[in-house]
């Protein structure tokens, strides 16, 4: 039973254009979500976060969106660059700092 | 280092072999998390640490795996018997706080990708 889902395995952007990744999860006791971001042969790498009580979360060019009654996150890169090319993880756990439940991963490729 | 250091970096193992996989965690901290990554797939919640203390190994998928961290710094993973499905790629994770307190970002090691044959 997969808690944490991403649907799109994969997803190709024009370099300066936006890249939406998705993802849905299940469970109703997750309160913190993540993005990590991983390149191959790399750990996954902490990109932005939210917690439940808020529906947005900006860092730079990327921005988090939290809805939490569709259990749906989505990550915004804009504008995108080739160097965000990489897998994109989203994560969720039922508090700051407590085990995460991953979703499959997107992989991203931005094309200059 | 500055980051979390896994080694080793490679193993194959032959079935039926016992592995042993080392996690340096980033000094002073608290949390360590182990999490296991099967190819094509995202990372799975494996066991926690706090200092020394194991506070959950609900993800452990049988009694063949086991962890520890004794000292409250480095810690092992330890597969006996391995067989052809624990081939993965192992990640070892560490933050600085306590679950729901503040500094509780998880930084991850390089891993430490297991082949068995």
């Known amino acids: 039973d997969q808690q944490v889902k991403q649907n799109s395995p994969s997803l190709s952007v024009q370099e300066g254009r936006i890249s939406i990744l998705n993802c849905d999860y299940t469970n109703s006791m997750f309160d913190y979500f993540l993005w990590y971001k991983k390149y191959p042969a790399e750990g996954p790498t902490f990109l932005i976060s939210?917690?439940?009580?808020?529906d947005k979360n900006e860092d730079g060019r990327f921005t988090v969106f939290l809805n939490k009654s569709a259990k749906h996150l989505s990550l915004h890169i804009v504008p995108s660059q080739p160097g965000d090319s990489a897998v994109y993880f989203c994560?969720?756990?039922?508090?700051?700092?407590?085990?995460?439940?991953f979703g499959g991963g997107t992989r991203v490729l931005v094309k200059p | 280092g500055a980051g979390v250091s896994q080694s080793p970096r490679y193993k194959v193992a032959k079935r039926g072999q016992d592995v042993a996989l080392r996690c340096d965690p980033i000094s002073g901290h608290v949390s360590l998390f182990w999490y296991q990554q099967a190819l094509g797939q995202g990372p799975e919640f494996l066991t926690y640490f706090q200092n020394e203390a194991q506070l959950d190994k609900s993800g452990l998928p049988s009694d063949r795996f086991f962890a520890e961290r004794p000292e409250g710094s480095v810690s092992t993973l330890k597969i006996q018997r391995t067989q052809q499905e624990d081939s993965a790629v192992y990640l070892c994770?560490?933050?600085?706080?306590?679950?729901?307190?503040?500094?509780?970002?998880?930084?991850f090691g390089q891993g430490t990708r297991l082949t068995v044959v």
């Open positions: 939210i917690s439940s009580i808020k």
């Open positions: 994770a560490s933050s600085l706080g306590l679950a729901g307190t503040m500094n509780t970002e998880a930084f």
């Open positions: 994560a969720a756990s039922q508090a700051a700092g407590n085990k995460l439940t």
